[in-house]
């Protein structure tokens, strides 16, 4: 194992066109509108770990693992996979070998797994695509060695999506990203379509799959306390950039950026620890005309002229003038431990 | 005791299919005082939705309420002619659901839709209708109510839309408030801000709120008692803290220790073997049993009925009097152990 980052992530960038009509625009003499869905995103995932992007709906979350599996073209800035870069055209035949290696876990089980297709089909798909098995019986091996590592029966392999519960489903999904041998595995909220008792059962897989296989994970997810469970790095997405990355302890030991101090004070407090919380102020703009300047200045206690005219840089892995001058005031801690 | 503002007793609902009778709901009983906050979770398929439904009495067939009776304020209102329940609906009992695009219609300005509710339920004229929704919006937080109130609901934010839903439910004075996942389609950052606004707003009125939700954080925040239900029965009902800290049922013991939690202490989650049976296969006897680590020959065979245990009602064997040592055996026992073989337990 080397010491380089599986995946190094530079400058991304997203911008989708929202604009009306052509018609239309000439009619009503309206420039085209752009929305920047990520921006300037920079972060790298070093092998065996799993690295969490959280953030409200809005924040360009998914499009930043739609693009870093290649599902999507960025606008500018480049993703690098062990060395091969995925957005570069001249890479072509090395970056065909490297997709191998690289599968993604859905939201929803229920949309992701054709109703029609036998789950040993589902399974077997990336195999036969990549032609890793040499017959028939082969491929069948393998789909019941997948089948059995999710903890599902491989005579399962004849049945077909519906006559499985959604915690099932998800498992056969699990078992479809990681039949090719795939070593980095992006999972767009991967239980956020489940029940808590089911959420667990997944939850606790992915990390047994990541012991034994030596996985890397790009999570994303809303949820701080999944996050919480499972990541041992953490972006913090707001309106496409990100805000702070920094080791998960820390994140929730000592939060530094003033958004993701105010993302853990609105979680639930399943402790009920009555530790004192600051009340959240406002919403997510609209991302089509985002504020000036740092994009949370007007929902930011901390804001002042210089926030709302310009943009912060990333200063060890925050994004904050406040922090930067020295003007955020101690990371207090944001839950006492135990509670 | 003061008479609770609603009171469910041995509640059933089934729905008939071709492949026979399903039991939504199998004797749900609980009640809810006046300026409580009664938190119902349970995973889904539990049952939640379907005791909103039939308070509201919202059961479409082929689901009919087919036992026990529901009391709203003494009265009963299970079995009003439909005329009857129109009337208590929005002016007795508010409601809330969780997606607020679907409560609001998207063709008339949402000061229109509170005064028209006023109207309907209060004895008031439109222009005191109207100075009411607007110190309505003002209440739920709407900036600059005045000139909001002839806004149509697509000009609102997600959050600035349940808010308007809120005081939707609240503008005709109810007893009763039903919010069926009020902030499960909303983010984080939002949900805060409507889980206190709708705790603050009921404390002030005294109004009994049945609050249900599949996010216990959400529970633990706002309520003050919790139904845990499973597979359409009440498995545990107490107080909040208590259930959340020191539950007693075996199912809410694994449902508590699943839930990752900001504190993470935990390396692993607990995790409860199987999911919730479907309808048209309920273990017998208790319906847990099939996942329950502790469960013995009686579960099999009957169906335990709730019991009073240290201030909580559980509905599980091991918590009936005489059960003491076979209880301080279960709590020994860590609450993912997987269930006892049919073989050993049946009888």
């Known amino acids: ?339 | 005791m003061t008479q609770p503002v609603l009171s469910v007793r041995d509640l059933k609902v089934d729905f008939v299919t071709r492949r026979g009778t399903l039991k939504a709901l199998d004797g749900v009983s609980f009640d809810i005082a006046r300026g409580e906050v009664l938190g119902v979770v349970g995973e889904s398929g539990a049952g939640k939705s379907v005791t909103g439904a039939a308070v509201i009495g919202l059961i479409e067939p082929p689901g009919r309420i087919s036992g026990g009776e529901i009391l709203l304020g003494g009265q009963r209102i299970d079995d009003l002619p439909p005329a009857a329940m129109r009337r208590i609906r929005g002016r007795r009992i508010g409601m809330v659901f969780q997606d607020p695009l679907t409560s609001l219609n998207p063709l008339y300005r949402v000061g229109d839709q509170i005064v028209e509710t006023i109207l309907t339920h209060l004895p008031v004229g439109r222009a005191e209708a109207r100075r009411r929704a607007i110190d309505l919006l003002k209440e739920v937080g709407i900036p600059a109510a005045e000139r909001r109130i002839d806004g149509y609901p697509h000009e609102f934010s997600g959050g600035m839309r349940q808010r308007v839903v809120l005081a939707l439910a609240l503008c005709a004075e109810p007893e009763l408030v039903i919010a069926d996942e009020p902030t499960t389609a909303l983010d984080v950052s939002v949900q805060a801000q409507i889980i206190g606004l709708i705790k603050r707003l009921c404390a002030e009125r005294g109004t009994a709120v049945m609050l249900i939700t599949h996010d216990m954080g959400v529970i633990a925040e706002t309520a003050d008692r919790v139904a845990v239900m499973y597979a359409g029965r009440v498995a545990e009902i107490g107080p909040v803290r208590d259930v959340v800290k020191r539950p007693f049922h075996p199912y809410s013991r694994g449902l508590m220790g699943s839930i990752p939690t900001l504190e993470g202490t935990a390396d692993r989650l607990v995790q409860i073997p199987g999911s919730m049976p479907r309808l048209a296969a309920i273990p017998s006897g208790c319906a847990f049993h099939t996942r329950c680590p502790h469960a013995f020959a009686q579960c099999w065979l009957e169906r335990p009925e709730p019991m009073e245990h240290e201030g909580h009602r559980v509905a599980c064997f091991l918590y009936e009097p005489g059960m003491e040592s076979a209880r301080a055996r279960a709590d020994r026992i860590p609450a993912d152990s997987p269930p006892v073989p049919t073989e050993e337990a049946k009888p």
């Not at chain 1, 991304?12 to 003499?29: C, G, Y």
């Not at chain 1, 070998?97 to 089980?109: A, E, K, Y």
Request: glycine share 8%; net charge positive.
């Open chain 1, 1 to 339: 194992m080397t010491d380089a980052p599986l995946v190094q992530v530079t400058g991304l960038r997203r911008v989708f066109d929202v604009s009306k009509p052509w018609l239309d625009r000439v009619v009503a003499r309206e420039p085209r509108q752009t929305l920047k869905a990520v921006d300037g995103v920079s972060f790298e995932i070093r092998r065996g770990e799993t690295f969490a992007l959280v953030g409200e709906s809005g924040s360009g979350k998914s499009t930043v693992a739609r693009m870093v599996v290649g599902l999507l073209p960025p606008s500018a800035g480049e993703v690098v996979i062990d060395g091969v870069s995925m957005t570069d055209r001249k890479d072509a035949a090395r970056r065909a070998r490297l997709r191998r290696r690289i599968q993604m876990i859905f939201q929803d089980p229920y949309a992701s797994l054709d109703p029609r297709w036998r789950v040993g089909d589902i399974v077997a798909e990336p195999i036969r695509a990549f032609n890793l098995a040499r017959d028939r019986r082969e491929v069948e091996h393998r789909v019941g060695e997948g089948l059995k590592l999710v903890g599902l029966d491989p005579a399962d392999a004849r049945k077909f999506p519906h006559e499985f519960s959604g915690g099932q489903r998800q498992r056969i999904a699990i078992a479809r990203a990681l039949a090719a041998e795939s070593d980095f595995i992006v999972c767009d909220e991967p239980t956020s379509a489940l029940d808590v008792s089911v959420q667990a059962q997944i939850l606790n897989l992915m990390r047994d799959l990541q012991d034994r296989l030596g996985l890397t994970y790009l999570l994303i997810s809303h949820n701080l306390a999944v996050v919480r469970h499972m990541a041992t790095t953490i972006g913090v997405m707001y309106l496409g950039r990100l805000v702070e990355v920094s080791p998960a302890r820390d994140v929730f030991a000592a939060p530094r950026h003033p958004y993701t101090r105010m993302l853990l004070d609105a979680v639930p407090d399943l402790a009920m620890s009555g530790r004192p919380r600051t009340p959240v102020q406002g919403e997510i703009p609209n991302p089509i005309a985002p504020p000036s300047g740092c994009t949370f200045h007007p929902r930011c206690g901390l804001a002042d002229e210089r926030c709302r005219r310009e943009a912060p840089a990333t200063i060890e892995g925050v994004a904050c003038h406040a922090v930067a001058e020295g003007r955020a005031g101690a990371a207090r801690p944001a839950r006492a431990a135990g509670g």
